[in-house]
């Protein structure tokens, strides 16, 4: 344990000054933090929407090939 410790003495007139200041930063940050979790759900979403385009694509390729090898020939007689 640190036996040391400091007190710092707030006056009143100081007391007013730090809380406003003390709030602006709070507000920036909650900004920030929003601003950045819209971010990330942005890039999520992007990286959703990339994964079932690619997904569509690739089914519906299996499917062209699928079925364009397996299409019944007509008889030849």
Known sequence: ???NKTIKV?????????????VE????E???TQIAARE??????NWVNEFQQKRRTETAQAFKTLFSDTTPQPSKA
């Open 10 to 22: 707030i006056k009143r007139s100081e007391r007013g000054a730090q809380e406003t200041v003390a």
């Open 40 to 45: 990330v759900v942005a890039t999520v979403t």
């Open 25 to 28: 930063p709070i507000v920036d």
């Open 1 to 3: 344990m640190v036996k």
């Open 30 to 32: 909650k900004k920030s």
